[in-house]
């Protein structure tokens, strides 16, 4: 597979007001902060930093059928993206408010239209994609029991299809909720499964990190532990496991970094790159995130 196949993404299109702050939030009081608002979501970023490397990219979601949807579909289709965007009458588009300083985040999210995304436009979205050699899913669709049909049913489709598979496991305390043995039941066999030090802790226990990646291998193919600025960990059922180097840049803001490291390995890994250079490649595009504000790829 090359580069060039196109890779179908599901998952949320959300509005991000991003507010970078001056310094520790006083609760109760102000806390002055530059405030940004832009497209987000973890699935919306993924495509826009594949479509920025110039990889064919469809993303599949859901929005209202409100001004903040128009504006979101727009920016998308603007940055290269061909969207199958469900517009849902009577139901506000998705909003998350980022609180973001000293290279943490916390999210106040509003998930909106993104809880009626249905099965059955995702199967329709995933049929006429028929360039299609890969399909990634945000598992923000699998978490929620609202949308979780709708994620069931891609992973279902992208296998009818005979696509490679990979899921983004998206944040830890959803996971939480769900439970471990639960997600992994949905994703077993995927081919890839990505995983941030959080996440890997709820879906693997407090092991070492390269131990996490290996236990959770026995239930996907491929999984890469993110570990921001320590770097990553891949591990796979041949039990290779590799290891890459932290990047070392000045961070404005850490929203949208997973996101374009997801972008960035995924690239990579499907034109055939090794573990090693696939992670490099990541690793680069998740530098790149950290050093503006905002979670989309700069114009």
Request: glycine share 10%.
């Amino acid at each position: 597979m090359t580069a060039a196949a196109r890779i179908v993404v599901v998952g949320d299109l959300i509005t991000d007001v991003v507010a970078v702050l001056a310094g520790p939030l006083a609760t109760g009081s102000d806390t002055p902060a530059t405030i940004r608002v832009s497209g987000g979501g973890q699935a919306a970023n993924t495509a826009a930093w594949l479509a920025a490397q110039g990889v064919p990219v469809t993303m599949v979601g859901a929005v209202g059928d409100d001004d903040a949807g128009r504006d979101r579909v727009a920016e998308l289709e603007r940055a290269g993206v061909d969207c199958a965007v469900d517009r849902q009458p009577g139901t506000a588009t998705g909003t998350v408010i980022v609180l973001t300083g000293d290279g943490e985040r916390t999210m106040i999210t509003q998930r909106g239209a993104n809880l009626r995304l249905s099965a059955a436009h995702v199967a329709q979205a995933v049929a006429e994609a028929a360039d299609a050699r890969h399909l990634h899913l945000s598992a923000y669709t699998l978490l929620d029991a609202e949308s979780r049909e709708a994620g069931l049913r891609a992973l279902a489709a992208a296998r009818e299809r005979g696509l490679t598979v990979s899921v983004d496991a998206a944040s830890a305390a959803p996971l939480r909720r769900v439970g471990a043995a639960t997600f992994l039941s949905w994703v077993r066999d995927v081919d890839l499964l990505l995983v941030n030090s959080d996440e890997a802790a709820v879906l693997a226990g407090g092991l070492d990190p390269a131990a996490q990646a290996r236990a959770l291998s026995a239930t996907a193919r491929r999984v890469v532990v993110k570990r921001g600025a320590a770097g990553a960990v891949w591990a796979d059922r041949s039990a290779t496991v590799t290891v890459s180097p932290s990047r070392r840049v000045a961070v404005a803001d850490v929203t949208g970094a997973g996101d374009a490291f997801a972008a960035g390995l995924l690239s990579a890994w499907l034109s055939n790159s090794d573990p090693r250079s696939a992670l490099s490649h990541a690793g680069d595009l998740g530098a790149q995130a950290v050093s503006s504000v905002g979670a989309r790829p700069t114009p």
